[in-house]
């Protein structure tokens, strides 16, 4: 019988090869039982900090979200509190932060809020100024107290040093000012929570010497952060130099006052704040669009988000259907005829006015 040299007969190659599908096609069975847990591993080290909320994003600037974190429908500073520990609640975020870093000025804010200073910088309240959309012949050009006469002050130019205690900024002094440095925002003038923040007279709007600016800053996130009556009132009822003095309807007294003297305000009436109706404008996610506040609803500067009589109340026209007054609302003169005009009948109720001011006898005996 002839043998193959260092091998099998093709017999023996074949059979192995039946037998080894055979063995191989036995492997398809089902995966047996896990086996027992090993034993736990060595610790590993540290984890990186947690998110801060004056990085939320971690983009590297400090700055607020750019998203609703905590799902209450509105993109603001509530978002901070986007982790389960209350070290994170705005409240005491800001109180841990300023009793561990002192406040030094407008960069202590700018460090977590940087784009909202670039925000408020183009505002009416920084600016003093705005497009005239109501001021015939001027639609669309800049005005406002830089560069305006009234009846009452005159004018802002000479006068920065003084007038500037009401503006929402630092420094304030003259001509030179610079409108476009967040650095010099006033933030504490309206987010103060603690009613003692106060600016000099004649500082160019700087603070008080003996304000506690730490306990203030420790305050700003306190009532959500959101202007109080406090805030508005201390400068707009004193415009004019006193309470009271320059618009007859803006007096300290609103701070706390009835629905019998204001409907609106009465802490037994409808118990507003001031924002509830000079509105920041937001867009359709309730996301800030920009810091500056809706005026009166026939202002000359147009921005922010000013609420109507008639986004409460039913429109001028329904309101007054089969009444005694149909007619003067319908007359065609009278399209632009504010609520205000009828329902507001008198002011300075309780704190007098000025109402007109004779220079042409000032310095006269």
Known sequence: MKLLRHGYSPPVLLTLAIMASFGLSGCDGDDGAAGAAGAAGTAGGDGSDGISCWDLNQNGIGDLPDEDVNGDGVVDVLDCNATSSDAYEPEQLHIGYFEKHAYEGTESCLDCHGKIGDDLVTTAHFKWEGFASNIEGHAGHMHGKRDILNNFCIAIPSNEGRCTQCHAGYGYADAGFDFSDPDNVDCLVCHDQTKTYA???????????????????????????VPTIDNCIDCHAKAGGGDNVKHGDLSLSLANTTRDFDVHMGTDGADYECVACHKVERDGDKKLVSHGIG??????VDEGDMQQC???????????????????????????????????????RNQSTKTEWYWAEAGQT
């Open 199 to 225: 600016k000099g007279q004649k500082t160019a709007g700087l603070p008080e010497p003996g304000v506690n600016l730490a306990l203030v800053a420790q305050s700003v996130a306190m009532n959500s952060g």
């Open 295 to 300: 005026g009166m609803p026939y202002h000359s």
């Open 310 to 348: 008639e986004d409460c109340h039913l429109s001028r026209l329904t309101q007054h259907i089969n009444t005694t007054v149909e007619q003067i609302i319908n007359f065609e003169g009278h399209d632009r005829l504010a609520c205000q005009a009828c329902h507001i009948p008198t002011f300075a």
